[in-house]
């Protein structure tokens, strides 16, 4: 019986994650859950699944939650106690669904004490990179991803490395894939956050509408696989059918394949290196429309090159340009910038903020205080 802590519990990932697990009571307890504010939707959890700990990162939350939780349910509060749960001994696998660099901390935590992180928080991969993969080494923690197309790549390559080409990430294009340039201008939160294909967290549904997402994973696909910026490529799959490519020297393309439901992934997180039923439908090809293949537009979605323009540049421009977004994504969640704001944001973050090498941590989370403050004043005069 694996003991598991679901860091962000209540969104997205979390809920998809206790779905897998009340299908295999047998393998799975679970042991701590964690959220921000939502105390309402994790007093719910509680009850239903009784974690031995929750964790809420807001004091009023965890103080409301305390009120109403069964007496067996310990909470605590504070970024603190996410990390201790992170690396609890009796944690054994940490499910790091947090979202935005609010993760890093706690998924730090689970790298360095040797725990089973299954990363969906590529942000943390993002602003940590080498330093999060060295933690794990050190440990002997495993990092195995959750994104859908780290997964399937991860699963093509466990015959090994050896002949590898090149590595495609597939993405579906979001909701603008065929929105004109001068439309995007003046789209809204809920056309951003309305995805085709996937139901996901309002943050990461506005990074798939600009491809920051698709950049993010090809800086997550890069420290993960170690592979050369030019060795990841991305090409636009509006169906979410094929979850990526791996491309070999002797002309062989393997590739995953699934339902687009984050399940699969999840599933095969927790049961690596067998697998197991997740609730995810059978596929079955004949019944899907067409499947297309397209470049990306890098002129209507300037998030994507800004992304490979980053790690190239590497040091702390991958973090600089995770912290813009994320000022940037709210400012526009809170319709205090447009939909196209969200990339002028990040480019000129991007050209203020020095680059300079990170080797701790703190220098890491410096470096994202200090993007995040110039990217508001980025912001700022647009608010004028
Ligand atoms: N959703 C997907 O299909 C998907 C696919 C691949 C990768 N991912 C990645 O998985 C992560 C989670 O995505 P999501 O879509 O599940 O997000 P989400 O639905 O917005 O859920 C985010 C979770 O993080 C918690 N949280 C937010 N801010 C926090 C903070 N400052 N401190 C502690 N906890 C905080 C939230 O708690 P409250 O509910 O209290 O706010 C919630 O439990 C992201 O990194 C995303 O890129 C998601």
């Not at 927790?270 to 019944?287: A, C, M, N, Y």
Request: aromatic share 6%.
């Amino acid at each position: 019986m694996k003991n598991i802590a679901i860091l962000g519990a209540t969104g997205s990932i979390g809920i998809n994650t206790l779905d897998v697990l009340s299908r295999h009571p047998d393998k799975y307890n679970v042991f701590a859950l964690s959220a921000n504010n939502n105390w309402e939707k994790m007093q719910k959890l509680c009850v239903k699944y009784m974690p031995e700990f929750a964790v809420m990162a807001n004091a009023d939350a965890a103080e409301s939650l305390r009120k109403v939780v069964p007496d067996e349910v310990t909470v605590l509060q504070g970024e603190g106690s996410l990390n201790d749960i992170a690396s609890h001994q009796r944690t054994d696998f940490v499910m790091a669904a947090i979202v935005g660099g609010a993760g890093l901390s706690s998924t730090f935590a689970a790298a360095s004490s040797g725990k089973r992180v299954m990363l969906a928080n590529k942000e943390s991969l993002v602003l940590g990179g080498n330093l999060l993969i060295n933690a794990a080494k050190i440990s002997g923690a495993e990092l195995i991803p959750v994104d859908s197309e780290h997964s399937a790549i991860f699963q093509c390559l466990q015959g090994g490395k050896e002949g590898l080409n090149k590595i495609q990430l597939t993405a579906s294009g979001g909701p603008f894939l065929k929105t004109p340039s001068a439309e995007l201008y003046n789209v809204t939160p809920k056309q951003a956050c309305n995805h085709p294909k996937w139901k996901m967290g309002r943050k990461i549904s506005v990074d798939s509408a600009t491809l920051m997402n698709k950049g993010l994973e090809v800086i997550e696909a890069h420290f993960l696989f170690q592979l050369l910026p030019s060795k990841i490529e991305v090409v636009i799959h509006p169906q979410s059918i094929v979850h990526s490519f791996v491309y070999f020297e002797d002309g062989s393309v393997l590739s995953q394949l699934g339902l687009p439901d984050m399940r699969s992934a999840i599933s095969y997180a927790l049961s690596f290196p067998s697998r197991q039923t997740s609730g995810v439908e059978d596929l079955d090809l004949t019944k899907q429309a067409p499947l297309e293949f397209l470049s990306p537009d890098m002129d209507r979605f300037k998030c994507l090159g800004l992304a490979y323009e980053a790690l190239e540049k590497g040091g702390s421009a991958p973090g600089t340009l995770n912290a813009a977004n994320e000022i940037a994504v709210e400012a526009f969640l809170n319709k205090k910038i447009g939909f196209l704001d969200i990339g002028t944001t990040i480019e000129k973050t991007l050209a203020i903020t020095p680059t300079s090498s990170l080797d701790t941590l703190v220098s890491v989370v410096e470096n994202d205080l200090l993007s995040r403050q110039i990217a508001q004043s980025v912001i700022e005069p647009s608010l004028l």
